[in-house]
C-alpha cells in the first residue's frame, strides 16, 4: 500500500493544546482530509503550506473561549461530567464496602500516621512559637556573656548579667531603647494563719512596656514604681482573695525573715502557654545604690537583662558597642576580677534574641526563666512521625497495588469503553484522596482523643485548635495533600498502565518477583526495628540511671531547707528532733551546687564542688571513707583547718598521698587547709553529670538545709513532727522538704517522659507495619489458594503449608535487619555519648529486637496462612 | 427585529448546509463554497466557527457521524438546517426580493 502523505504531527499537537477538547476530533479530522484533498491536488509541498496556514488561522479568540466554557452543547469530556464523576465515587465507595478488612487497615494506618503527623506538628509549631507573641518580639534581646579563655578559645557562655550593664549600655547606645532587669527568688506568703513559699520575680517598673503581659486590673505603667507593690496573677488573686478585683489590698510577704505588707497594685492575665517568662507574683526591682559599674558589682551576674532595641538596629553594631563600653568603662571591675578572683577569662557581652531563649542548648530558659527545651527532642519527635506517616503510606500503596490485580478487569473495561490514561491516573488519585480524607477525620478525632495523654508526656499542654492560624492550617494540607500524592501517585501510575488486552484475557499475575513490594516491606520493618531497638536500649539506660548504685544510701531520708541556717540554730533544731524515736541522724549542709576554685601544690587551680558538712553528714548517707578520717569532735581543730576530698579530686590533683596535703581557697579567705580524709565517689548529682571533684569543710557560720535520717515506715509521723519543731523554731519560714530518694528519682523525668514517647513511636511503626502485613498476606494467600489446595491433595500437611506461606514474608523481615541494625547500633552508640555513665549496647538488645519483631511479623502473617493451610482443598479447588 | 442577526459569511454557511442536505460537514462546506465562489479563499476556520455560531443561534443542528476509517478513524460532525434556519433563509430572500423589485431602473443589472 502506498504510504498517505501526513501533516506534521506537531501542528497536531499544537491544535490539541489549543483547541477544546470536545472539537479537537472532529476538527482535525476535517483538517486531515483536506489535507488529503490537497496533497493529490497541489503535491505534499504546497499542502504543508497550506496546512501550517490553515492552523494559524485557526488560532482565534473563538475557540480560546469555548474551551474554558463549561456549558457546551457536546461536551464529551467524561473527566468532568458530573455522571462521570458520580460513578467514581460509586466505584470508590463500592470498593470500600466490598473489601472492607483492606478498606479498614489502609484508613486505620493512614489515620495513625496522619495523627502522628499533626501531633508533631503542633510539637514543633509550639516550640518555634515561644516568645513570639509579644507585639515588639522581634526586637528584644537577653544580654549574655561570652567568657573567653586567655588563649582566645570560647569557654563558657553565660546567661545573666548583672544589675548594671542595662543602665549603662542604655545610656551610652542609642539604638538600645529600653532595658528590663529580671530575676527570681522564693519568698513566703502569710495568709490566713498559713506560711507558704512561692516563686517570685523581680523586675523593672517598664516590665510591661517591653513585654505583653495584658493587666486584668491596674495601670501597667504604675504598677511597679512603688516598694512593696506587687502585680499578681490572675490564678492567685482567686487563690487568696476568691477574686479578681483586688487592686488596693494587701499580701503579706516576707522580707528579712519579716513579714510586711505589700499592696497589689495589678492583676495580670494567665501568662500564655509558650511564655519564658510566667509569673505569679511580680515585684519592683531596687538596686542598691552602692552598685557602681567601677566595682565588683559589675561582675555579680544574678539577673537576666532584656534589652528592646530600635526596629531598625543593627544587632552587630550594638554587640560592638557594648565590647567597647566592657572594655573602657568597666575596666575597673574587669581588673578586680582578675587581681581579687584570679580569673583570667575575658568576658564579652553579646545579645541573644528572646525568641532564641526557649530552645537555646548553651544559653537556655534557666533561674526564673521557665519550659527550656532541647531541639533533640523535636527532632526525635519528627523523626518518629515522619517513621509512622512512611511506614502508613507504604501500607497504603503495597495494598493498592497487590490489590489492584482484582481491579485489573475494571480498569480494563474502562480502558476499552475508552478512558484515556490521565482519567484513569485521576480516578485513583481521587481515591487515595477520599481515604486520605476519611483518614484524616479519624487522624483528628484520635489527636483529640490522646492529646491530654501526650501533653502529659511531652510536657505540653497543646489542643488541636491551640495555635489555629493560617500557617498550620497550611501545614495540615500539606500533610493532607503529600500522604495522598504519596500514598496514591505509584498505584494510580501502575494501574492505569495495564494494558486491556492483558487484562481481560487472561488472569493478571505480576511478574518477576515484585522487588517493589518486597522494597517496601524491608524499609517497614527496617523503621520498626530501627525504633524497637532504640526503644530498648533507652529503657537499658534508664533503669541503669535509676537503678545504679550512687554510693551512698538515699533511703528514709528527709531534706528540710532552709535558706538561712546558722550553725547555732542548726544545733538547737538538731538537739530537738534527735528528741523523737523516730529520728536516728540529723545532717546539716550547706546549699546545693556550691563551686569554687582553689589552690593546690602550690599554684596549681583546682575546680571544685564544696560541701559544707559537719561530721555527721558522711555517716548519715553512708558514703564511705578510703583513707583518714571522717570530721569529728575528738579534733577540735577540724572546724578550721581539716578538709575532706574525694578520691576524684586526688586524681584531679595527681597525689599518691593525699593525706596531709594543702588547699586553700579564696572564699575561706585563703586560708590553708589540711587534706585528713579522703571519700569514695559518690554521684552527688544527676548521673547525666559526671563525678567531679569534691572538697568538704566543717567550718562554717551557716548551712542551708538539713538532712534528716528516719526509722522506716515512719514517714508521716516523722515529718508531722519535724514540721512541728520547725514551725516551733522558725515560724516565719515556710517548711519545705524533700525525700532524698524521690528527689535522686526526678532527676530523671525528661528521661522518663521521652521512654514512654519512645515506647509508644515504637509501638506504633511497628503495629502499622503488621497491619499492612496483615493485608499483603491475606491478598497473596488468597491468590495461592488453588496452589495450597493442590498441594494439600498431594498430601502436604498443613504445618508445611503455614511454613511455606510465611516464609516469603519473614525473610523479607529479617533482610530488613540488615540495613536497620548498622543503622541502630551507630545512632544509640551517638546517644549514649550523652551520657557519662552509660550502658553498654549488647548483643541480647539485637537478639531481643530482631526476636520481637518476626514473633510480631509472624504472628500477623499466620493468622492467615495457618486459616489457608486448614482449608478444605475440595473447597478452593472448586471455586472458580 | 425579532431574530438574531446573520452575518453574510454565516448566510452563505446556512445555504450551503441546506444545499449539501445530509452531507454537510466542515471540508465539503468549504469546498461547495470554494468552487461556487470562484476559488475564493475560504478558511476551514472560519467555516466551522460560523457553524458553530449557527448552532448557537438555533439554525443548525448538529451530530457526530459513525467512525470510518478515513481520516485517522475520527468522526465527522454533519449539519442540518433547522426549520428556524430555512425560515429565516426565507425572510431575507423576501426581503431582498423586495428590494430588488423596488429599484427604479433595473436597468444597470
Redesign the interface.
Known amino acids: 500500500m502506498e504510504k498517505q502523505p501526513t501533516p506534521p504531527r506537531w501542528a497536531d499537537r499544537f491544535l490539541g493544546w489549543f483547541l477544546p477538547s470536545e472539537?479537537y476530533?472532529?476538527?482535525?479530522?476535517?483538517?486531515?482530509?483536506?489535507f488529503?484533498?490537497q496533497a493529490e491536488e497541489l503535491g505534499v509541498q504546497q499542502a504543508h503550506w497550506m496546512y501550517f496556514f490553515?492552523v494559524i488561522?485557526?488560532c482565534?479568540p473563538?475557540?480560546l473561549k469555548?474551551r474554558f466554557r463549561t456549558d457546551t452543547?457536546?461536551s464529551t469530556s467524561y473527566t468532568y461530567s458530573p455522571a462521570m464523576i458520580r460513578n467514581y465515587f460509586k466505584i470508590a465507595f463500592r470498593n470500600l464496602l466490598k473489601h472492607k478488612s483492606y478498606s479498614v487497615v489502609n484508613i486505620m494506618g493512614l489515620a495513625i500516621g496522619l495523627a502522628a503527623a499533626i501531633l508533631m506538628l503542633l510539637y514543633v509549631k509550639d516550640d518555634l512559637s515561644y516568645d513570639k507573641f509579644h507585639s515588639q518580639s522581634p526586637h528584644i534581646y537577653r544580654i549574655v556573656s561570652d567568657w573567653y579563655h586567655p588563649d582566645g578559645s570560647l569557654g563558657h557562655r553565660d546567661g545573666l548579667s548583672s544589675n548594671l550593664q542595662g543602665p549603662l549600655f542604655k545610656e551610652k547606645i542609642p539604638e538600645i531603647k529600653e532595658f528590663v532587669r529580671y530575676s527570681s527568688g522564693f519568698r513566703d506568703i502569710r495568709a490566713k494563719g498559713d506560711v507558704k513559699s512561692f516563686e517570685m520575680i523581680y523586675t523593672d517598673s517598664n516590665f510591661f512596656s517591653v513585654f505583653d503581659f495584658p493587666l486584668l486590673m491596674g495601670n501597667p505603667k504604675t504598677a511597679l514604681t512603688k516598694p512593696n507593690s506587687v502585680v499578681i496573677s490572675e490564678e492567685m488573686a482567686l487563690t487568696f482573695f476568691n477574686s479578681t478585683e483586688v487592686v488596693g489590698k494587701t499580701l503579706e510577704i516576707s522580707s528579712n525573715n519579716q513579714f510586711s505588707p505589700y499592696q497589689i497594685t495589678g492583676v495580670a492575665k494567665k501568662s500564655p502557654q509558650n511564655s519564658s517568662i510566667k509569673f505569679d507574683f511580680l515585684l519592683p526591682k531596687f538596686v542598691n545604690p552602692e552598685e557602681t559599674v567601677g566595682s565588683e558589682w559589675w561582675l555579680n551576674f544574678s539577673f537576666h537583662t532584656f534589652v528592646l532595641l530600635t526596629p531598625n538596629a543593627n544587632v552587630e553594631n550594638v554587640v560592638r558597642k557594648m565590647k567597647q563600653i566592657n572594655e573602657t568603662d568597666a575596666a575597673q571591675a574587669n581588673k578586680i576580677l582578675v587581681d581579687k578572683y584570679e580569673i583570667k577569662d575575658k568576658v564579652v557581652f553579646n545579645l541573644q534574641p528572646l525568641q532564641d531563649i526557649h530552645l537555646s542548648t548553651d544559653l537556655p530558659a534557666q533561674y526564673g526563666l521557665v519550659d527550656a527545651n532541647n531541639p533533640t527532642y523535636g527532632y526525635i519527635l519528627s523523626a518518629i512521625a515522619l517513621f509512622i506517616l512512611l511506614i502508613a503510606c507504604i501500607n497504603f500503596v503495597n495494598l493498592t497495588v497487590a490489590r489492584s490485580l482484582k481491579r485489573a478487569k475494571e480498569i480494563g473495561v474502562r480502558k476499552v469503553v475508552g478512558s484515556s490514561r490521565k482519567q484513569l491516573v485521576g480516578q485513583f488519585l481521587g481515591e487515595s484522596f477520599l481515604l486520605s480524607l476519611i483518614a484524616f477525620v479519624f487522624a483528628i478525632l484520635l489527636v483529640q482523643l490522646i492529646l491530654p495523654t501526650f501533653n502529659l508526656f511531652a510536657n505540653k499542654s497543646l489542643s488541636i485548635s491551640y495555635l489555629f492560624d493560617a500557617q498550620i492550617l497550611l501545614g495540615y494540607a500539606l500533610i493532607f495533600i503529600l500522604t495522598s500524592f504519596l500514598a496514591g501517585l505509584y498505584p494510580a501510575i501502575v494501574l492505569s498502565g495495564y494494558s486491556p488486552v492483558k487484562a481481560l484475557y487472561k488472569q493478571m499475575a505480576f511478574s518477576g518477583k515484585n522487588y517493589l513490594q518486597k522494597l517496601l516491606i524491608v524499609v517497614q520493618f527496617g523503621l520498626a526495628s530501627l525504633l524497637i531497638l532504640v526503644t530498648l536500649s533507652f529503657y537499658a539506660q534508664f533503669n541503669f540511671l535509676i537503678s545504679k548504685d550512687l554510693g551512698y544510701d538515699d533511703s528514709h531520708t528527709i531534706v528540710v531547707e532552709k535558706w538561712d541556717l546558722t550553725k547555732r540554730t542548726a544545733e538547737v533544731l538538731k538537739e530537738e528532733l534527735l528528741k523523737n524515736p523516730n529520728i536516728l541522724q540529723v545532717a546539716p549542709k550547706n546549699g546545693e551546687h556550691w563551686e569554687d576554685v582553689g589552690k593546690i601544690n602550690g599554684n596549681q587551680k583546682i575546680q571544685f564542688g564544696l560541701g559544707i558538712i559537719d561530721e555527721e553528714f558522711l555517716p548519715l548517707y553512708k558514703i564511705p571513707l578510703v583513707e583518714g578520717r571522717n570530721f569529728s569532735k575528738d579534733f577540735p581543730a577540724d572546724s578550721a583547718q581539716s578538709v575532706i576530698v574525694n578520691q576524684t579530686f586526688v586524681k584531679a590533683a595527681n597525689w599518691t598521698h593525699p593525706l596531709g596535703q594543702v588547699i586553700s581557697y579564696p572564699f575561706n579567705d585563703g586560708r590553708k587547709l589540711k587534706i585528713v580524709g579522703v571519700i569514695k565517689d559518690y554521684h552527688y548529682q544527676a548521673l547525666n553529670n559526671k563525678i567531679k571533684p569534691q572538697l568538704f569543710v566543717m567550718q562554717s557560720t551557716g548551712f542551708g538545709s538539713l538532712n534528716v535520717k528516719i526509722k522506716p515506715n515512719t514517714e508521716i509521723k516523722a515529718l508531722a513532727y519535724i514540721e512541728k519543731t520547725f514551725k516551733k523554731l522558725f515560724p516565719i519560714n515556710a517548711f519545705a522538704y524533700k525525700f532524698k530518694d524521690l528527689e535522686n528519682q526526678k532527676q530523671y523525668e525528661s528521661e522518663e517522659k521521652w521512654k514512654k514517647i519512645l515506647l509508644l513511636g515504637a509501638f506504633l511503626t511497628i503495629f502499622i507495619s503488621c497491619i499492612g502485613l496483615f493485608g499483603l498476606a491475606t491478598l497473596s494467600t488468597e491468590q495461592r489458594t488453588k496452589e495450597v489446595g493442590i498441594r494439600k491433595v498431594l498430601g502436604a500437611s498443613a504445618a508445611s503449608i503455614t511454613a511455606l506461606l510465611s516464609q516469603d514474608f519473614i525473610k523479607v523481615v529479617a533482610l530488613s535487619f540488615m540495613v536497620s541494625f548498622p543503622i541502630a547500633y551507630y545512632s544509640v552508640s551517638e546517644w549514649l555519648q550523652n551520657y557519662p555513665y552509660r550502658i553498654e549496647i549488647g548483643v541480647i538488645d539485637f537478639v531481643l529486637t530482631a526476636l520481637i519483631t518476626i514473633m510480631v511479623a509472624l504472628a500477623t502473617v499466620s493468622f492467615q496462612t495457618i486459616k489457608a493451610s486448614l482449608m478444605n482443598p475440595v473447597k478452593s479447588l472448586k471455586s472458580e | 427585529m425579532g431574530r438574531s442577526y446573520l452575518g453574510e459569511f454565516e448566510e452563505l454557511v446556512l445555504l450551503t448546509v441546506a444545499v449539501l442536505e445530509g452531507t454537510a460537514y466542515g471540508v465539503t462546506i468549504a469546498a461547495e463554497l470554494k468552487q461556487r465562489m470562484n476559488n475564493r479563499l475560504i478558511s476551514l476556520s472560519g467555516v466551522h466557527i460560523a457553524l458553530y455560531r449557527l448552532e448557537e443561534k438555533g439554525f443548525v443542528v448538529s451530530e457526530l457521524g459513525g467512525a470510518t476509517s478515513e481520516r485517522g478513524g475520527r468522526r465527522k460532525r454533519f449539519f442540518r438546517i433547522t426549520a428556524l434556519g430555512k425560515r429565516t433563509l426565507a425572510e431575507m430572500r423576501q426581503v431582498r426580493n423586495e428590494l430588488w423589485d423596488a429599484i427604479p431602473n433595473p436597468s444597470f443589472s
Do not use: C, T, V
Request: hydrophobic content about 30%.
Open positions: 472539537l476530533e472532529e476538527l482535525l479530522g476535517d483538517l486531515h482530509e483536506q488529503g484533498f490553515e488561522r485557526f482565534r473563538y475557540f469555548r452543547k457536546y
